[in-house]
């Protein structure tokens, strides 16, 4: 069983930067691939990034390319998104999670969330 737990949320001004984690645990991490998603209130959970198993490989959502950055450790079995110049579009819920491709039935195990508010 993989459990993930998201950290590093909070309330920003525009233009602020924050750095999202997710420590995973319960599986062999390095073997993964990963991805962070997000859920604004009354929207539907959207892609946001996703990185490969030896990280070599990332993709983006067109809204935050050129903004965010994923990345991973699998010696310390993290997963990262580095999210630069935050818009307040970008108030969402963010979770991370396990598996591959830009829709959410691609992925097998969730975060609980956190909460990234970011104040125009």
């Known amino acids: 069983q993989v459990q993930l737990v998201e950290s590093g949320g909070g309330l920003v001004q525009a233009g602020d930067s924050l750095r999202l984690s997710c420590a995973a645990s319960?599986?062999?991490?390095?073997?993964?691939?990963m991805g962070w998603f997000r859920q604004a209130p009354g929207k539907e959970r959207e892609f946001v990034a996703t990185i490969s198993d030896s990280g070599g490989a990332t993709y983006y959502a067109d809204s935050v390319k050129g903004r965010f950055t994923i990345s991973r450790d699998n010696a310390k079995n993290m997963v990262y998104l580095q999210m630069n110049n935050l818009k307040p579009e970008d108030t969402a819920v963010y979770y991370c999670?396990?598996?591959?491709?830009?829709?959410?039935?691609?992925?097998?195990?969730w975060g609980q969330g956190t909460q990234v508010t970011v104040s125009s």
């Open positions: 999670a396990v598996g591959l491709g830009v829709e959410v039935d691609f992925y097998d195990y």
């Open positions: 319960g599986r062999t991490f390095k073997y993964e691939p």
